[in-house]
C-alpha cells in the first residue's frame, strides 16, 4: 500500500432497535442485506437508495 493514500474515516453505529425491527417485521435477509446497504450508502455517500420492502 502506498503511503501517500489518505483515509477518510466515516462511521455508521448501528442500533439494536434496527435490528429488532428487522425481526419485528419478518425481512427475509435478503431486504435485511438492502437496507443494511442503504444506510451505508447513505452514510458514507450521502446517496439515497430505493427500498422496496413490502410485508403486509
Known amino acids: 500500500m ?5 483515509y ?6 448501528f ?8 425481526k ?3 425481512l427475509t435477509m435478503e431486504q435485511y442485506g438492502a437496507a443494511v446497504y442503504a444506510m451505508c450508502e447513505y452514510s458514507y455517500y450521502n446517496k439515497d437508495t430505493e427500498l422496496l420492502v413490502c410485508n403486509a
Do not use: A, G
Open 2 to 6: 502506498n503511503d501517500d493514500t489518505k
Open 8 to 13: 477518510k474515516v466515516i462511521s455508521l453505529i
Open 15 to 22: 442500533f439494536k432497535d434496527w435490528h429488532e425491527l428487522v
Open 24 to 26: 419485528k417485521y419478518k
